[in-house]
């Protein structure tokens, strides 16, 4: 057997890179496994939207905790710059989730206001403030909410951020190493079973994203999880089209650094086939020209697809093997695993040192969950 480390981390993903990152900072020797590239999966398919208060809901368990996550990010971007060289872009521009119909207006209304209540800054834009705010947005918007804190980043360099700061702090990482089954003794995890051999630790975090049901399937643990895939597209533009992130029903429109904006994106249940359709991309061209008419005159750039870890209630799962001791679980981010990064990464470096935290209780692994697909 190799050599002994404090933590195993199954995955290279945004989540993982940022387990290891903390658990480096703590002093930890750590081994990242992953079974392809890093970041290849759904951390490099993000948008990279912070969407915490546009994508979530006041009463949601996770409102607060996406918020304090969103939070971390300005000291974040300093941090991983300084220690890897990597800049991961945050913009905070704010995001506008705009109405396209009275209902959704509605809607957004009494959003802002429990999100107020809540101590959060968001406030109704109408038509007219829309076409100051953003002159080239379709005409027909009937208003939107506008959220000044929902930031963006580069999701692929957010992930590779991580990791190589992790690596910089002494973390050891192995692509293209698949670990396939756990090894246990009495109750307790000692270490994993991989591709090229066995690696000891009495601390294994799996954080393998839509994949992670497979592996912990070995240690009789069923997450009720399903992937979901997800298209997008970019194309360039040699003036900014829009300033702020546009948010609507089914489309997104994220303006990068350098003129580029990403659309996505599809929700597509219960497939691991990360092929872009045709179907896919021209429902979202259809939303993007229907929000943004003057996208019609850019640039052509990419399309891709990523699978996102979803769970059966919308909640990820962070906890420790109830049956086997030493074995923690970080997966089912579903859309907003870029934007809940940063505090996955403490809480469960937190929890790898045995920290006592009320915040883990709603997404306890032992809590009921129904599959919401079939
Ligand atoms: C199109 C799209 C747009 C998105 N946009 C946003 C957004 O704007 N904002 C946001 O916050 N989130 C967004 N998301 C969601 C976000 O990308 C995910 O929630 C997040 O990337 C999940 O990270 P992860 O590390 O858990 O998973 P992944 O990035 O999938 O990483 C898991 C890694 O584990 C590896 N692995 C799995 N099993 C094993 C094994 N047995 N051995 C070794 N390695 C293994 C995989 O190869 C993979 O590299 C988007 C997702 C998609 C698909």
Redesign the pocket.
């Known amino acids: 057997m190799n050599s002994v480390y404090d933590a195993i981390i ?7 890179g940022s387990i290891a990152f903390q658990l480096a900072k703590r002093g930890k020797r750590v081994l990242v ?4 590239r890093l ?5 490099s ?5 912070l ?1 915490a208060q546009a994508e979530l809901e006041a009463d949601d368990p996770l409102f607060t905790l996406a918020n304090r996550s969103r939070g971390m990010f300005p000291a974040l971007e300093k941090e991983l710059k300084e220690s890897s060289g990597v800049d991961i872009e945050l913009v905070n521009k704010g995001m506008l989730k705009v109405a396209l119909t009275n209902e959704q207006a509605a809607g957004l209304q009494n959003k802002i206001k429990t999100q107020q209540a809540a101590g959060l800054e968001a406030e109704w834009l109408t038509a007219a403030d829309i076409r100051k705010a953003e002159p080239l947005l379709a005409n027909a918007l009937k208003g939107a909410m506008y959220i000044p804190h929902d930031g963006q980043v580069s ?1 692929a360099k957010l992930a590779l951020a991580f990791t190589k700061s992790a690596e910089e702090l002494g973390v050891e990482i192995k692509e293209f190493v ?2 396939c089954d756990f090894l246990t003794e009495n109750g307790v995890i000692t270490g994993v079973v991989t591709t090229v051999g066995e690696f000891s630790s009495e601390n294994v975090i799996v ?6 049901a497979f ?1 912990l399937e070995k240690a009789g643990i069923n997450l009720v999880t399903h992937p979901v895939k ?1 298209e ?1 597209f970019s194309v360039l533009t040699n003036r900014p089209l829009i300033e702020k992130t546009i948010f609507s029903d089914g489309c997104y429109l994220v303006p990068k650094i350098g003129g580029r904006i990403i659309v ?2 599809t929700v597509k249940p219960n497939t691991f086939n990360q092929q872009v359709s045709i179907d896919g991309i021209a429902t979202l061209i259809e939303k993007a020209t229907r929000l943004l008419p003057a996208i019609k005159g850019t640039e052509w750039e990419k399309t891709w697809a ?4 979803q769970t059966g209630d919308g909640l990820p799962y962070f906890g420790e093997h109830p049956a086997c001791k030493g074995l923690f679980i970080a ?1 089912g ?7 809940l990064s940063p505090i996955t990464g403490v809480l469960m470096a937190d929890m790898v040192e045995g920290k006592p935290n009320q915040e883990w209780s709603a997404f306890r692994l032992d809590r009921s969950v129904q599959p919401i697909f079939s």
Do not use: Q, Y
């Open positions: 199954v995955g290279g993903g945004v989540i993982g496994l992953e079974k392809d970041a290849g999966k759904a951390s398919a993000a948008a990279g939207m969407g999701a698949e670990v954080a393998g994203g839509a994949w992670s592996l997800g997008c996505g994106a990523g699978i996102r870890p997966t981010h579903f859309r907003n695993g870029i934007l």
